[in-house]
């Protein structure tokens, strides 16, 4: 048939665009964090906030900075990646940080005992009893102590 490599390429086209709207529209959906939560609430009601953005506030415990991890040819090596628990008066939640290709960013990262409001994206097991649940920090902004 003259002319149906073009239409298959095309067709192609089309389908990655529509993805690629899709993926944009879901992205853009979950972005905008709702109001800040307890973890306590959120943990009660897990399956409702997951892949949603919640604003949490809380201390840092127990952060585990991991080493340069190799990737790919874009980025080279994935720098500040870490995991912590952050703990309100509430409950704790696991939560982990991927990280940047730009090495000063390990610098950044919080320390134990640092007061933050964070936002992030909630993900809960499926199929496993009790539920699991933990986030993937998207932002982070440390609360100033007031005592320094």
Known sequence: MPGGSTWVRRS???????????LSECILST????????????????????????????????????????MGSRCR?????????????TGSLPVGVYGSCVPEVAAFLPKDGDQVVLNAVIFTSKGEVPVRVWGQATEIRLIPDATK
């Open 77 to 89: 090596l994935l720098y500040g990646h870490a995991t912590f628990v952050l703990e309100d008066d």
């Open 31 to 70: 972005s905008g964090a709702t109001e800040q939560l307890s973890i306590q609430t959120l943990l009660a009601q897990a399956p409702s906030y997951g892949v949603r953005v919640v604003t949490l506030r809380g201390v840092i415990k127990d952060i585990q900075a991991m080493p340069p991890i190799p």
């Open 12 to 22: 192609r086209l089309r389908s990655v665009l529509l993805l690629v709207f899709v």
